[in-house]
């Protein structure tokens, strides 16, 4: 309930986003010792560092938004604020490569948007997350536009994909321009929701060379969209009207076939790719066989798929079930597990939520049809207390793994490591205090989603972010946060990541072993 009056306090300011954290202090809520609102100097005492590559007992010193130093026994002068962490794990603050917030989606739009969805990431101990711009009628430049005008409310860093939905000469041009202009470096296209954003084989070709050429990364939601169709008919037409209707409709085979698809038209035209929210063991052999081959595809599970099962899409109560409805599915016992296993031996690389929030009136537009109901879950707030439970405290992932999983892979795929991803000299100060001893409890009462729901509800766990420092500012302590709509800033993603290293000695290779064209004698001439 304390959370929630700040969130209601904050919320009443949001329309006055220059207002400073002394001033939400002035109001008696909040963190409000007043070394910490007027100094932007903070001494991470004592704590264990964890870095993806190794970790290490070491203070950390920030100041004006930036890890200044890193290393035993730093001495500060006074006024500066010192937060002890011995006991504990400093890490960089995650990254969430995959959300939805005040998207427009299946007639309705998203619960949380660019505050509530960022002030849940940050009690969550998240610090940046990347959205993915929706283009307004196939263009590029509105739907930019657009999410400009909606991040504006942001409270942490964050920066845009971008949903490629149609394809000309325009769609072409402004790819360009928001690579070379604005900062985005991924596209992501959708073989699924056959009707709204789904593209055919011949757009996906297009938008992978292009990508290539950009030097951006190509993702896919991996379903095949027709054969969804026709399994949805199928369920209709036997009186599977409920939720569980929207898993028998699109099984994992369809997931498999589609991303196996992809896999081979990115092997066609040698471009990287990145398949967003792998639900099944299905999709992820397919993602196993080609990186065997040598092929740079990018496996992105999240949260849902590895921690739950379908078993909630069977339950007798609508709202219940309707909440877990997502797409590609939420898979039956048993592929959460082999997704969880291939991320701990590297073939699933790094974790997002895919957080798209409907509260249960949304959710409730599909009563009578499971094909109306919006698809999405929440997990922002959720990922990394989950991701540390299922995966380090099972023995599957090291604290180190976890570092690389939930932030520094995401860092470097977006290009942006090590100015996030890392704990060291010059790195922005997102920066979580975990306390591996403590406990995290789940509950849609207590959560900062708007939404009235949660499909975690009631979990509990080891291990609990007990401090967020977000761009300098602790913005997450004591159970409270202190976020200032307005404050979170774009973060520019250059093209050309590591993927792409060696990628024009690979096309050089392809040319020569063509042996063509043949030079034939042509007796004509
Ligand atoms: O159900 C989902 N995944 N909703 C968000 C849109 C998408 O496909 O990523
Ligand atoms: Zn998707
Ligand atoms: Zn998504």
Redesign the pocket.
């Known amino acids: 309930m304390v959370r929630l009056r700040s969130m209601i306090f904050l919320l009443s300011i949001s329309l006055s986003p220059l207002i400073g954290l002394s001033q939400i202090c002035e109001s008696g809520i909040g963190y409000c010792d007043s070394v910490n609102v007027i100094s932007s100097k903070i001494l991470i005492k004592g704590g264990t560092v964890v870095n993806a590559d190794r970790q290490e007992v070491a203070d950390v010193y920030v100041d004006d938004g930036v890890i200044v130093d890193v290393r035993p026994n730093i001495k500060v002068a006074d006024g500066v604020r010192v937060v002890d962490a011995t006991g504990k794990f400093v890490m960089p603050g995650g990254i969430d490569p995959?959300t939805?917030l005040a998207?427009e989606?299946m007639g309705t739009e998203t619960i949380d948007n660019f505050f509530s969805g960022q002030a849940a990431a940050l009690a969550g101990g998240t610090t940046m997350h990347i959205d993915?711009v929706i283009p307004v009628k196939g263009s590029l430049s509105k739907g930019y536009e657009a999410y400009v005008e909606k991040a504006k409310l942001s409270c942490m860093d964050y920066g845009f994909h971008m949903a490629i939905t149609k394809w000309d000469d325009t769609v072409a041009k402004e790819m360009e321009i928001m690579v070379k202009e604005k900062g985005i470096n991924s596209f992501k296209f959708?073989m699924?929701?056959k009707g709204s954003l789904m593209i055919s084989d011949e757009l996906l070709l297009e938008g992978l060379k292009k990508c290539k050429s950009l030097g951006a990364l190509a993702m896919v939601?991996a379903e095949n969209g027709d054969a969804v169709f026709e399994g949805q008919k199928r369920m209709i037409e036997l009186g599977i009207t409920g939720p569980e209707g929207h898993a028998l409709s699109r099984p994992p085979v369809l997931e498999g076939e589609a991303t196996a698809r992809a896999i081979r038209l990115a092997a066609f035209v040698n471009a990287p790719l990145y398949i967003?929210?792998v639900m099944s063991i299905d999709a992820m052999e397919e993602i196993a066989r080609a990186q065997k081959a040598g092929q740079n595809v990018i496996g992105e599970p999240v949260v849902s798929g590895l921690v739950l099962d379908d078993s909630v899409l069977w339950d007798p109560d609508f709202v219940t079930a309707a909440k877990f409805?997502?797409?590609p599915p939420i898979r039956a016992l048993g592929h959460g597990k082999a997704l969880q296993a291939a991320l701990s031996t590297g073939i699933l690389k790094l974790v997002g939520t895919?957080h798209?929030t409907f509260n249960s009136t949304q959710k409730s537009f599909g009563i009578d049809d499971f094909r109306k109901i919006p698809?999405?879950?929440n997990g922002l707030e959720e990922r990394m207390h989950l991701v540390w439970d299922t995966m380090v405290e099972s023995g599957q992932l090291s604290a180190t793994d976890f570092v690389r999983v939930t932030s520094t892979e995401c860092a470097k795929l977006f290009n942006i490591y090590p100015r996030k991803g890392a704990i060291r000299a010059g790195s922005d100060a997102d920066i979580i205090i975990f306390n591996p001893n403590s406990t995290f409890h789940i509950s849609a009462n207590s959560h900062h989603s708007k939404s009235d729901t949660n499909v975690y509800d009631g979990r509990s766990g080891k291990g609990k972010v007990e401090v967020t420092i977000a761009g300098g500012k602790i913005v997450w302590e004591n159970e409270e946060l202190n976020v200032v709509p307005g404050s979170g800033k774009y973060i520019s993603m250059p093209p050309f990541n590591y993927l792409y290293h060696g990628i024009d000695k690979a096309d050089e290779n392809y040319l020569t072993s063509l042996k063509a064209p043949v030079n034939r004698f042509n007796p004509s001439i």
Request: include cysteine.
């Open positions: 995959h939805h998207m989606f993915f959708f699924a929701y939601h967003v929210h409805v997502m797409s895919d798209c698809n999405g879950v």
